[in-house]
C-alpha cells in the first residue's frame, strides 16, 4: 500500500486550469480517471489527511503509485478526453456500467445498395439507423411484421439475396407481398432505397403525415371506383395504426426525449433510460454499475450520458434529456451534448406534468432493476458460500454463520421506540421467524439502552426455552430466569407456521402443535445496526446472561465498517466483498423491518380517539356514532337519550358512551395550517383525537417527520 505522499505533486507544480488526471499503480496501468475545472484544486482532494477521505476514495489513492494530467482549454474538451480515456484504459476505480442483458434494436442497413430491415445486438455501425432498443427480439420482429405489408423492404440475408437473384425467383415474402423483391428487379435501387428511408421515417415518429397521405389515396381510390386498391390501402392504414398501439403516447406534445432515472445504494446503482420518440416510448434499456468512488447522482448520471451518447451523433440524441439530477456543472455537459447532436438539447429535471409522471415510472423501473440484481446476486449458492465465509474470516469465527439475527432500533424523536429482529439463514432471508419488540423497560431516546433490552429479551427466552428442553449441561443454571419487564416479544409476518424447512434439531424444541418455539434455536452471529456503542451494550447484554458462544458485530451506515466487541478499530472489509454486501443486506433489511412496525403503531396511535377506550364498542358502532353525530365534540355534548337514537346503541351502552366521553380529555382546536385560522366543528373541521385517519397539526409535516425518524 503506497503512501500519497511519495507520489504527490510539489506545489506549483499542479496548473490552475481545466483538465483530466489519471491515478497509475506501481506497474504503470491507469486506476483511475477523472476531469476538472482546476485541477490545482481537484487533485489537492485527494492528498489530503487519509482519515479525512472516504474509504474507497482511500482505497484509490493507497493503491495508486503515481498522478499525471493534461490541460486542454475548455471543461468540454476535459468532458470528451476523460470519456476517450476511461474508454481506452477501463480503469478499476471508475464508475462503469454494465448492460444487464444485450438489447437487440431494429436496424436498417442504410448502407448497403439495397437496405435490408434486421435485429441487430452489440456495437453500433457507421451507416446504419438503429431503432430501440426493445426489450425482446420478438418484439421487433412482430412490428417489422406488420409494416412490411405497407413498407415491403428486404429483409433477407445476403446469402438468400444473391441466391434467389441467380435463380431469378424471388423468396416466399416476395411471393406474399411483404417484401417489393429487388432481388429479381421488381424494383429499382433508388426506388427501394427511398421505401426503407420511409421506414426509417414512419419508425422515427413522423407517422401523422404518411397516414394522411395514406387516407388521402384511399378516398381518391373510392371515388375512382378502384375499390380493390381502396381496400387494400385500408388494410395498410389499419396495420400501421396496430404496429403504432404497440407504443403507446405517454406525452401528449409528440416530444422526442430520454428519461434517465438512478436508484442507488452505498455500494451499487442501476440506471434505466426511457427513449422516447414521437410522444411514444419507443425503447427502454438499463445498467447497473459499482460504486467504487464516492460520488453523487449528478456525477452518476453524467457517466450515464457519457455512456449512452459518447459514440452517437445527429437524432440518435434527441431534443430533450430529462435526468433525476443535474450534473455540477452542468454547463459542460449540455454543450457537450449539443455539440454531439449538431443542435441545440435541453438537459434538465422535470417539474410537473407528464414528464415527472413518467419520469416516476422510469425510476420505479430502476428501483426494480436494483432489487432483482441484488436479488440474483443473493441468490447464487456459491456467492453466499463464499459471503459467508469471509465473514467468517474477517469476524475470526470457528466456522461460517449459518443464522445471523440482526437488531435495529426505530423510533420518531423518542416516541413509538420500537426494535426489529431478522433472521438470515445460509445466507437467506427467513421472514416467518422475524420478531419485533416494543421497547417499555423505561421511556425517552436511548439507542444503546433500547440495544441492551432487546438482546436480553430475546436471550433470556432462549435461556428459558432451553431450560425447559432439558438441554443444560450438568453445572449449569440459568442466568436471571425472571420475565423482563418489557414483555414478550410480537410475531411479525406470516408468524407462527414454519415454512416447511426444519429449524431445530428434534421435537424438543417444537410446541405441541409442532411449530418451532420462537427463540429456541440460537444464532453463530448477532449483528447489530450501530457503531461502537451499540455493540458494546449488545455484548454486555449476553456477557449478563452467562452467553459466550454467541458472535457479535455491529455494521455502522456511515462508513460501511465492521465494528467487534472491545476493539478500538473497526474492521474494513473490501468494498467488492461479498462478506461486507450480505452484511450491508441484512442490516437493511432490519431496518426496513423496524421503521415499517414503528410506522404502522404512529399511526394507530394518532388514529386513536377516546371512543377507542370504551369497552364492548366496536368499530361499527363507532363510526355509526360519529356518523350520526358529526363529531366527537357533538357526541360529547348529546344526551344519553340522544346517543339512544342511534341504531345498535342500547342505553347501557350509551351510558357507557358518555361516561367514557366525560372523564376523556377534550381536544384542542384544530388550525388550518394555509392560514392559521382555528376551526371548530361548525365550520366542519374534524377534531384531530377523532377515528378519523390523519395526524395532528403539532406532529410536522411528511418531509419533517420522515427527517426525524430513525
Known amino acids: 500500500m503506497a503512501d500519497p505522499s511519495s507520489y504527490r505533486p510539489r506545489p506549483g507544480e499542479i496548473p490552475d486550469s481545466p483538465g483530466v488526471y489519471r491515478f497509475r499503480d506501481e506497474h504503470r496501468r491507469v486506476i483511475y480517471v477523472g476531469?476538472?475545472?482546476?485541477?490545482?484544486?481537484?487533485?489537492?482532494?485527494?492528498?489530503?489527511?487519509?482519515?479525512?477521505?472516504?474509504?474507497?476514495?482511500?482505497?484509490?489513492?493507497?493503491?495508486?503509485?503515481?498522478?499525471?494530467?493534461?490541460?486542454?482549454?475548455?471543461?468540454?474538451?476535459?468532458?470528451?478526453?476523460?470519456?476517450?480515456?476511461?474508454?481506452?484504459?477501463?480503469?478499476?476505480?471508475?464508475?462503469?456500467?454494465?448492460?444487464?442483458?444485450?438489447?437487440?434494436?431494429?436496424?436498417?442497413?442504410?448502407?448497403?445498395?439495397?437496405?435490408?430491415?434486421?435485429?441487430?445486438?452489440?456495437?453500433?455501425?457507421?451507416?446504419?439507423?438503429?431503432?430501440?432498443?426493445?426489450?425482446?427480439?420478438?418484439?421487433?420482429?412482430?412490428?417489422?411484421?406488420?409494416?412490411?405489408?405497407?413498407?415491403?423492404?428486404?429483409?433477407?440475408?445476403?446469402?438468400?439475396?444473391?441466391?434467389?437473384?441467380?435463380?431469378?425467383?424471388?423468396?416466399?415474402?416476395?411471393?406474399?407481398?411483404?417484401?417489393?423483391?429487388?432481388?429479381?428487379?421488381?424494383?429499382?435501387?433508388?426506388?427501394?432505397?427511398?421505401?426503407?428511408?420511409?421506414?426509417?421515417?414512419?419508425?422515427?415518429?413522423?407517422?401523422?403525415?404518411?397516414?394522411?397521405?395514406?387516407?388521402?389515396?384511399?378516398?381518391?381510390?373510392?371515388?375512382?371506383?378502384?375499390?380493390?386498391?381502396?381496400?387494400?390501402?385500408?388494410?395498410?392504414?389499419?396495420?400501421?395504426?396496430?404496429?403504432?398501439?404497440?407504443?403507446?403516447?405517454?406525452?401528449?406534445?409528440?416530444?422526442?426525449?430520454?428519461?434517465?432515472?438512478?436508484?442507488?445504494?452505498?455500494?451499487?446503482?442501476?440506471v434505466q433510460i426511457f427513449h422516447v420518440r414521437g410522444g411514444r416510448v419507443r425503447g427502454q434499456r438499463g445498467w447497473v454499475t459499482d460504486k467504487v468512488e464516492e460520488i453523487t447522482t449528478g456525477a452518476l448520471v453524467e457517466h450515464a450520458l457519457q455512456q449512452l451518447y459518447g459514440e452517437e451523433s445527429g437524432d440518435a440524441v434527441p431534443k430533450e434529456v430529462l435526468v433525476p439530477a443535474l450534473p455540477d456543472p452542468v454547463e459542460p455537459v449540455q454543450q457537450w451534448l449539443t455539440g454531439r447532436r449538431g443542435s441545440g438539447v435541453s438537459l434538465r429535471i422535470p417539474q410537473r406534468g407528464d414528464k415527472k409522471a413518467l419520469m416516476e415510472t422510469v425510476q420505479r423501473n430502476a428501483q426494480q432493476a436494483l432489487v432483482l440484481h441484488k436479488t440474483k446476486r443473493a441468490s447464487d449458492l456459491t456467492t453466499r458460500s463464499r459471503a459467508l465465509e469471509e465473514i467468517a474470516e474477517a469476524l475470526d469465527l470457528d466456522s461460517a454463520p449459518l443464522r445471523i439475527e440482526c437488531y435495529d432500533i426505530s423510533h420518531l424523536q423518542g416516541d413509538d421506540v420500537v426494535a426489529s429482529m431478522v433472521v438470515f439463514e445460509d445466507g437467506l432471508a427467513r421472514k416467518s421467524e422475524y420478531r419485533r419488540f416494543q421497547i417499555k423497560g423505561f421511556e425517552g431516546q436511548d439507542d444503546v439502552r433500547s440495544m441492551h433490552e432487546v438482546i436480553t429479551r430475546r436471550f433470556r427466552r432462549y435461556l428459558a426455552e432451553k431450560e425447559k428442553t432439558g438441554e443444560w449441561a450438568d453445572g449449569d443454571e440459568l442466568t436471571d430466569g425472571g420475565r423482563h419487564p418489557g414483555g414478550e416479544a410480537v410475531v411479525a409476518g406470516p408468524g407462527a407456521p414454519d415454512d416447511g424447512e426444519a429449524l431445530t434439531h428434534g421435537p424438543a424444541l417444537k410446541d405441541d402443535d409442532g411449530r418451532p418455539k420462537r427463540f429456541a434455536y440460537p444464532p453463530q452471529l448477532v449483528v447489530v445496526d450501530g457503531g461502537q456503542p451499540q455493540v458494546a451494550a449488545a455484548q454486555r447484554a449476553l456477557d449478563e446472561l452467562g452467553i459466550d458462544d454467541i458472535a457479535v458485530c455491529g455494521l455502522a451506515k456511515r462508513l460501511e465498517e465492521v465494528w467487534l466487541p472491545r476493539e478500538d478499530d473497526p474492521v474494513v472489509l473490501p468494498r467488492t466483498s461479498e462478506g461486507l454486501y450480505l452484511l450491508q443486506r441484512v442490516r437493511d433489511e432490519a431496518h426496513r423491518f423496524a421503521i415499517t412496525y414503528q410506522r404502522a403503531k404512529r399511526a394507530k396511535r394518532f388514529r386513536a380517539g377516546p371512543l377507542d377506550d370504551v369497552p364492548g364498542l366496536g368499530e361499527t358502532r363507532k363510526q355509526a356514532l360519529i356518523k350520526h353525530f358529526g363529531s366527537v365534540k357533538r357526541l360529547r355534548a348529546a344526551t344519553i337519550d340522544q346517543i339512544c337514537e342511534v341504531p345498535g346503541i342500547g342505553r347501557k351502552t350509551a351510558e357507557t358512551v358518555a361516561a367514557a366521553l366525560a372523564g376523556a380529555t377534550p381536544a384542542g382546536p384544530a388550525v388550518n395550517t394555509a392560514t392559521g385560522e382555528i376551526m371548530d366543528d361548525e365550520d366542519g373541521a374534524p377534531e384531530t383525537t377523532t377515528d378519523a385517519p390523519g395526524e395532528p397539526v403539532s406532529a410536522g409535516t411528511p418531509d419533517e417527520r420522515r427527517g426525524q425518524e430513525r
Not at 479525512?52 to 489513492?61: F, G
Not at 418484439?139 to 444473391?162: E, H, M, N, Q, Y
Open 35 to 270: 476531469k476538472a475545472k482546476s485541477l490545482r484544486q481537484r487533485l489537492a482532494n485527494y492528498f489530503q489527511d487519509l482519515a479525512h477521505l472516504h474509504p474507497r476514495t482511500r482505497t484509490m489513492v493507497t493503491t495508486a503509485a503515481s498522478v499525471e494530467w493534461t490541460v486542454v482549454s475548455t471543461e468540454v474538451e476535459a468532458l470528451q478526453l476523460e470519456y476517450s480515456w476511461i474508454k481506452e484504459y477501463d480503469p478499476r476505480f471508475n464508475v462503469k456500467y454494465r448492460d444487464d442483458k444485450s438489447y437487440p434494436y431494429l436496424a436498417v442497413t442504410m448502407n448497403e445498395e439495397f437496405p435490408r430491415v434486421q435485429v441487430m445486438r452489440g456495437h453500433k455501425k457507421k451507416g446504419v439507423r438503429y431503432f430501440g432498443p426493445y426489450g425482446h427480439a420478438w418484439a421487433i420482429r412482430d412490428t417489422v411484421d406488420l409494416l412490411l405489408r405497407v413498407f415491403p423492404v428486404r429483409t433477407c440475408s445476403a446469402g438468400v439475396f444473391k441466391n434467389a437473384a441467380r435463380t431469378g425467383r424471388p423468396c416466399l415474402l416476395g411471393y406474399i407481398g411483404k417484401c417489393s423483391a429487388p432481388c429479381v428487379g421488381r424494383i429499382t435501387p433508388e426506388d427501394h432505397w427511398d421505401l426503407a428511408d420511409e421506414f426509417c421515417d414512419f419508425m422515427a415518429g413522423r407517422t401523422g403525415t404518411y397516414l394522411r397521405r395514406l387516407e388521402r389515396q384511399m378516398a381518391e381510390a373510392a371515388e375512382d371506383m378502384e375499390y380493390e386498391r381502396a381496400a387494400r390501402l385500408r388494410d395498410d392504414i389499419g396495420a400501421l395504426k396496430k404496429a403504432m398501439e404497440k407504443s403507446a403516447v405517454v406525452l401528449a406534445d409528440a416530444t422526442d426525449a430520454d428519461l434517465i432515472a438512478v436508484a442507488e445504494d452505498e455500494l451499487e446503482a442501476a
